[in-house]
């Protein structure tokens, strides 16, 4: 099968296993390929990742590019930039699709300077139409007041993508693909960083995971500070919830990404999300669209989150929660 010209997928691969991330995309492009007829290529760059490399062709890649080997032992962004170029020099695809992650962010940032090309970033949505290997990558902008539509004149198309958009993409183990080492000459391309230790970090205890909770409270910017979010984060223990927050709360540092809720955070779907102090960005919207109930309480009436949640209070979210912990309580008695 041709490779050049094809879609390529910058995969991440952790303890030896594709990322989730990159099995969507993986998904993603199979189903481009089929509208273009082009292959789908994954590139895994790390110390060991055949068996990651084996896995992305399960998961709908025609052939994995490998670049392995202990001088990728530890993420390094110009490293590994140099190594995507150079890959790109040799099979000049038609599209690369990047995870909107730290690293890839990264790699993808210093590729598009490096190479003169044009990137998409946070993509929500992409086609081609009619053979045609141009794609038309959706976004949101104006904080998710429209959805812009983007074509990239330059080739590759980059573009990067966040966890959950582009979802149910199953292995299929009895997919063949070559797996084939990357054409690479890094010699003299050092990268910066050294392991000089690790210490895995488990992620925060939590009550009740995000992932299986019935009932999620969700904080937002209304909390004022980190104190009002521990207020929020205490009532949805005494009710039994899971807690999650907004994007801002992470971004000030009060609480890890793990408790993120939204598009590049996680996708809930409990039977009943409490948003308190949330306004509804549709980024936040789009990782709660499958709770059964919403609540929302928040001191604007005007705040966008009251066009789509079941039930609203006006008000301050401070005054609203113990007369909701007595109600809730009420009903789990
Ligand atoms: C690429 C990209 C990705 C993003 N991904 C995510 C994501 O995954 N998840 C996410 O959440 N966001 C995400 N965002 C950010 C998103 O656009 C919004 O900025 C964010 O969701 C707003 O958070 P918020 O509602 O907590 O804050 P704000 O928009 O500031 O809203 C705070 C609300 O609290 C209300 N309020 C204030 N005080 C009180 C009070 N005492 N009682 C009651 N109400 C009160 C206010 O009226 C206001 O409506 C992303 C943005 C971009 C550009």
Not at 245 to 267: A, C, E, N, Y
Request: a neutral charge; glycine letters at 10%; charged letters at 25%.
């Amino acid at each position: 099968m041709e490779l050049k010209q094809s879609i390529f997928v910058y995969t991440e691969v952790e303890e030896g296993t594709l990322t989730k991330l990159s099995v969507e995309l993986l998904g993603k492009a199979r189903e481009l390929a089929q509208s273009c007829s082009k292959a789908v290529v994954a590139l895994v760059i790390g110390e060991h990742v055949r068996e990651a490399a084996g896995q992305a062709i399960g998961y709908g890649a025609d052939a994995a590019v490998v670049a392995e080997g202990p001088q990728f032992a530890v993420f390094d962004s110009i490293l590994y930039a140099r190594a995507v170029q150079q890959v790109i020099a040799a099979y000049t695809p038609s599209v690369f699709l990047l995870g909107a992650t730290k690293d890839s962010r990264d790699i993808g940032g210093r590729v598009s300077a490096a190479l003169q090309l044009g990137l998409v970033a946070d993509v929500t949505g992409a086609e081609m139409k009619d053979g045609d290997d141009t794609v038309t990558w959706i976004r949101p902008a104006y904080t998710g007041k429209v959805f812009a539509a983007i074509r990239t004149k330059t080739r590759p198309q980059l573009a990067t993508v966040g966890e959950g958009i582009f979802l149910h993409n199953a292995s299929d183990p009895s997919r063949k693909g070559e797996i084939i080492t990357a054409p690479l000459s890094l010699d003299g391309v050092t990268g910066k960083r050294r392991r000089t230790g690790f210490t895995a970090v488990a992620p925060e205890k939590m009550a009740l995971s995000l992932e299986n909770a019935e009932i999620i409270v969700g904080a937002g910017k209304g909390v004022g500070d980190k104190a009002g979010m521990e207020q929020v984060q205490a009532f949805a223990e005494r009710i039994g919830a899971g807690f999650g927050v907004t994007k801002p709360l992470v971004d000030d540092g009060w609480i890890s990404h793990d408790s993120q809720i939204g598009i590049t955070g996680k996708k809930v779907a409990p039977k009943i999300y409490i948003a308190l102090g949330i306004s509804g960005a549709l980024q936040h919207k789009l990782g709660i669209k499958d709770a059964k109930i919403i609540v929302a309480v928040n001191k604007d009436p005007d705040a966008p989150i009251f066009k789509f949640a079941h039930f609203g209070i006006v008000g301050d979210l401070f005054e609203a929660m113990p007369a909701l912990e007595k109600r809730i309580k009420a009903l789990q008695a």
